[in-house]
């Protein structure tokens, strides 16, 4: 058993001869720069609602007392002070960030599938070698 797991490592490492990547079609949204756009609107418009989330009676329950009035009314937005012009420059500062993350992922898919493929492979050499626990001792 002791053996097994000081291998497991040495099995899963990639080989030059096995270190090939494969094939991977990916899918046309992971390719579409129009995506990093629609990803940055989407958390823009998330980040508002995140933002416009009224905070205050659970801060004044959590305190153990009623909420005031103004208190009801207090927001995230009103407790970290982000505006929405701030709000937008920090997104439209993401979007080649996001582009790039995006093009590097690209580049990176399909020796992961391979390390992935090697790995499962690896796994279930590894597994077909475990006695049942169930099998009747002698």
Do not use: C, G, W
């Given at each position: 058993m002791r053996k097994s797991l000081i291998l497991l490592p040495l099995l899963l490492a990639a080989t030059p001869a096995v270190a090939q990547p494969a094939s991977v079609q990916l899918p046309p949204e992971l390719t579409d720069p129009a995506t990093a756009d629609r990803l940055t609107d989407a958390m823009q418009a998330l980040s508002n609602i995140l933002l416009d989330l009224k905070i205050g009676e659970a801060k004044a329950a959590l305190e153990g007392r009623q909420a005031?009035?103004?208190?009801?009314?207090?927001?995230?937005?009103?407790?970290?002070?982000?505006?929405?012009?701030?709000?937008?420059?920090?997104?439209?500062?993401?979007?080649?960030?996001?582009?790039?993350?995006?093009?590097?992922?690209?580049?990176?898919?399909?020796?992961?599938?391979?390390?992935?493929?090697?790995?499962?492979?690896?796994?279930?050499?590894?597994?077909?070698?475990?006695?049942?626990?169930?099998?009747?001792?002698?």
């Open positions: 005031t009035a103004a208190e009801k009314k207090q927001t995230i937005r009103d407790v970290t002070k982000i505006d929405d012009k701030n709000l937008k420059r920090r997104m439209a500062e993401m979007k080649p960030q996001l582009q790039q993350s995006m093009k590097a992922f690209q580049k990176a898919l399909p020796e992961l599938m391979s390390s992935m493929d090697q790995a499962q492979k690896s796994l279930e050499r590894v597994t077909a070698n475990i006695p049942d626990p169930t099998y009747p001792k002698r």
